[in-house]
């Protein structure tokens, strides 16, 4: 059956609340990060004296967590720009991709929203350290570090993963159309299994810092290394000429 014969879904207005339930969020977490960098500073410049006696682990929770939350931010943002609207907004879809785009979009918010969480958790933690907060905070904190943080990333990553390959791609017989459908459930199993491998590495890995950094970062660069050598590969495919 073919898509020209299917009903239709508009899915612009799913979107476009969509896009700005998402845009708040972001706003909001973005604001709180600044406001704990600012408070901060400014309680470390009371405390050291200036800002140049400030600890660079400081610096460091007032300057890189913020960064994370702009890039998710901007994500978005360009993925609603790249989104392909009739000129009157509605965004016309059969029934099996209005559902797909529908679950990809708010796993997607999830995932992204939940790492901004991370972030602002993280930085708020780092803040404590530096200031010396009482030993069971700081147990706490040491715990979100260590075992929360890859293990709910991990948990975002699975669930992201297991909705990508609803993502709506053309079902045509052509090569090209397959290797697109192909590259979509691949990258949703690329997902899955590196989230199952941060949440068991979270979990087990001994907390010693260059072990578990090179654990954590490494499952970390194979996500990366396997999501690019698909996409080149996809990249390939798409260039390709069919067989006659």
């Known amino acids: 059956m073919s898509d020209a014969i299917l009903p239709t879904t508009d899915m612009g207005a799913f979107m476009r ?7 708040r969020i972001f706003v909001a977490l973005l604001a709180a990060s600044v406001l704990v960098a600012g408070g901060a500073f ?3 410049v009371s ?6 006696a400030l600890p660079r682990s400081l610096w460091f929770a007032m300057l890189f967590y913020p960064i994370p939350i702009i890039v998710l931010m901007l994500g978005g943002w360009v993925m609603a720009r ?8 509605s965004l016309p879809m059969n029934p099996v991709d209005a559902r797909g785009t529908a679950r990809v979009a708010n796993a997607g918010v999830v995932y992204s929203v939940g790492l901004s969480l991370i972030m602002l958790v993280t930085q708020i933690v780092s803040v404590l350290k530096v200031f010396q907060v009482p030993t069971a905070l700081n147990d706490v ?3 979100v570090t260590w075992r929360a943080v890859p293990v709910v990333t991990g948990i975002l990553l699975a669930w992201f993963g297991n909705a990508w390959p609803l993502l709506p791609s053309p079902r045509s017989a052509d090569h090209k159309s397959a290797a697109m459908r192909r590259f ?3 990258l949703g199993w ?3 299994l590196h989230g199952l491998m941060f949440m068991i590495g979270g979990s087990l890995l001994p907390r010693n810092p260059p072990i578990y950094s090179i654990g954590i970062g490494g499952i970390g660069a194979s996500m990366i290394l ?6 080149v590969m996809l990249h390939r495919a798409m260039k390709t000429p069919a067989e006659s």
Do not use: E, K
């Open 184 to 186: 979509n459930r691949s």
């Open 141 to 143: 904190g040491s715990w």
């Open 17 to 23: 609340r969509h896009d700005l339930r998402s845009r």
């Open 190 to 192: 690329i997902f899955v």
């Open 82 to 89: 790249q989104r392909r609207m009739q000129p009157d907004g």
């Open 226 to 231: 396997c999501a690019v050598v698909w996409g």
């Open 42 to 44: 400014l309680y470390g």
């Open 47 to 52: 405390v050291f004296g200036s800002p140049g």
